[in-house]
């Protein structure tokens, strides 16, 4: 089974404490959005054997490891594990999201595992949690209101079809040494996530302005202020950093600024890409 699998973003994000355990909670709006990973999966009688397509100018940025310490290849044995099922696959991944930037492109390679050898075997895993917090929001895909750790998760109203310029520097972030900072902020300003919320359900042309990343104030990269300006120079309606970062994403209207500001972009050497919000986090090929 051969399934394309999408990123999302964080139309806002904020965190709001820690627990004993270290771990942040987190208040969120995640969006899933056309830019995809393809996986492909074939059920095998033994082990688990993983290889992946990596484009450089993601590998040069952020090493991509393809053996037991992806998270796909671990989806995979929790499934097989769980399940008590004597057998194995074969996993191939083709990486067209960007690491290191904040759209989950582990977590949702782990999903796709997760979804795929369930359609092919019936079985399931009760706790896809486990494996990464972002993974059961892929299980769900669409617009979603997310809290704690990123396990509860409330679909709210469809929010696809809005016009996205994604762009990512070669810079990335480490997903620890952001929190890190997040603990630091000696007076944040707090996304209105709340007020998104309200807005995508009520007034969806007007939620933008709702966007926001308390992360903008905890890592300060060079690339993406740089990303940020050039957004909202070429049109865009509002630019802001996804995640823990490094990825920016950028709300348009016209479609024929969101390539023209793409185009400017991967001319100064950045990966840069127009999508749109999707519904869905799969897409079977064949």
């Given at each position: 089974m051969r399934v394309k699998t999408a990123a999302k973003v964080n139309l806002a994000l904020d965190v709001t404490g820690k627990l004993p355990n270290g771990y942040h909670t987190i208040e969120s709006v995640f969006q899933t959005?056309?830019?995809y990973d393809e996986v492909d999966i074939e059920l095998t009688k033994s082990g688990i054997e993983l290889s992946c397509e990596v484009p450089e100018m993601f590998a040069s940025s952020d090493p991509i490891p393809c053996d037991e310490r992806n998270i796909a290849y671990k989806a995979a044995k929790l499934f097989f594990e769980e399940n008590g099922m004597d057998c194995g696959c074969r996993i191939h991944i083709k990486k067209g999201i960007p690491s290191q930037a904040g759209m989950g492109g582990g977590s949702t390679d782990a999903a796709a595992v997760l979804y795929c050898l369930?359609?092919?075997t019936g079985?399931?895993?009760s706790a896809p949690e486990k494996l990464g917090a972002d993974v059961p929001f892929f299980l769900t895909g669409g617009t979603a209101y997310v809290e704690g750790i990123g396990e509860k998760i409330t679909p709210i109203a469809d929010y696809s079809g809005q016009i996205l310029v994604i762009a990512k520097g070669r810079e990335g972030v480490s997903t620890a040494e952001a929190y890190g900072n997040i603990d630091r902020l000696a007076s944040p300003q707090h996304p209105e996530t709340?007020?998104?919320t309200e807005a995508i359900i009520t007034a969806p042309d007007t939620a933008y302005s709702y966007f926001g990343n308390l992360?903008?104030?905890a890592v300060k990269l060079a690339e993406v202020?740089?990303?940020i300006a050039d957004m909202l120079k070429y049109g865009g309606r509002r630019a802001v950093m996804t995640g823990s970062g490094s990825a920016v994403f950028g709300l348009f209207t016209d479609p024929e600024q969101a390539v023209g500001c793409a185009d400017k972009l991967r001319e100064k050497g950045y990966f840069s890409t127009v999508c749109e919000t999707v519904a869905e986090s799969f897409i079977t090929i064949d």
């Open positions: 959005v056309g830019l369930g359609r092919m079985k399931s895993v709340h007020k998104l992360f903008e104030q202020d740089d990303i």
